[in-house]
Nanobody, 114 residues
Framework: VQLQASGGGLVQAGGSLRLSCAAS????????FGWYRQAPGQQRELVAS???????NYADSVQGRFAISRDNVWRRVYLQMNTLEPEDTAVYYC?????????WGKGTQVTVSS
């Protein structure tokens, strides 16, 4: 299983970014995916998740601003981030738990300037 995240960058507060995660080696129809983030000196935290049936969950801090989606055909997972805040600055990681094993992609840096 491999996960490749992309789409990070530098954006001003109030702006938007769309992260993309390309998954390989998985049956995307049965895998659940999540986006996590880790800010300097902080623990890694769950930002959003999407189950195989499409059920979505969000951290309270991003509810209403971020949206997770999936494309099972192309085995991609997206995180649309709107109204970004400096507190959203972190390295963002794509994650899947597949047949009981956790898999992480390399992170993509998101920096929000005030």
């Amino acid at each position: 299983v491999q996960l490749q995240a992309s789409g990070g960058g530098l954006v001003q507060a109030g702006g938007s970014l769309r992260l993309s995660c390309a998954a390989s080696g998985v049956n995307a129809k049965i895998a659940a995916f999540g986006w996590y983030r880790q800010a300097p000196g902080q623990q890694r935290e769950l930002v959003a998740s999407i189950a195989s049936d499409g059920t979505k969950n969000y951290a309270d801090s991003v509810q209403g601003r971020f949206a997770i989606s999936r494309d099972n055909v192309w085995r991609r997972v997206y995180l649309q981030m709107n109204t970004l805040e400096p507190e959203d600055t972190a390295v963002y990681y794509c994650h899947t738990q597949y047949y009981g094993r956790h898999h992480w992609g390399k992170g993509t840096q998101v920096t929000v300037s005030s």
